[in-house]
């Protein structure tokens, strides 16, 4: 699995927050990719699916293309319910294999 970061606090640099982000993300067995790096994975058509888990009416305004929305909020940081775990799995299909990417409008 992958987290992607795209927002308008990114530019030519690294943020600031950059490497304090990928040691939380390395701690809990994730991965941080880059805009550049979200771009190639896209142009590649491999299998990967991307998940933008922001509320639906800020999914509407913009989104990466391809993208699935999937509305997390804070109440489900810790454990899905079962309803939404069920939709969840839906949204990422049954392809075991492939490399998801979640990206939200912050890294919390």
């Given at each position: 699995?992958?987290?992607?970061?795209i927002g308008p606090s990114w530019s030519k640099d690294t943020p600031v927050w950059w490497p304090s982000a990928l040691a939380e993300a390395q701690k809990d067995g994730y991965a941080l990719i880059t805009p550049?790096?979200?771009q190639n994975l896209s142009a590649?058509?491999?299998n990967t699916i991307i998940v933008d888990v922001r509320p639906d009416y800020?999914?509407?305004?913009?989104?990466?293309?391809?993208a699935k929305n999937f509305e997390i909020d804070l109440g489900d940081r810790l454990d899905l319910k079962p309803p939404k775990a069920d939709a969840y799995k839906k949204v990422l299909g049954t392809d075991k294999n492939r490399g998801i990417v979640i990206y939200c409008?912050?890294?919390r």
């Open positions: 699995m992958m987290l992607v970061v550049q790096e979200i590649s058509g491999n800020e999914f509407k305004t913009g989104h990466l293309p391809g409008r912050s890294f």
